[in-house]
């Protein structure tokens, strides 16, 4: 899927500091591959992800990517 694609390859990538993601239909299930990205990426400073139907679940795997 899209999300896999796009947080195993263009994420990871350690020059970004800004990614805009709104209404890209991540869901719960996008928002925990983005939360495994997260736990790597040191430079990220700006993370967009507004209109995207992400859940508890998708909402406690990024809260919790973010703690690291």
Known sequence: DWSSDVCSSDLVNTTFVAVNLSWCGLGDEGAVVLSEMLKTNTTLLSL???CNDIGDSGA?????????
Do not use: F, W
Not at 60 to 68: D, M, N, P
């Open 48 to 50: 967009h992800l507004s």
């Open 60 to 68: 406690i795997a990024l809260s919790e990517a973010l703690k690291t």
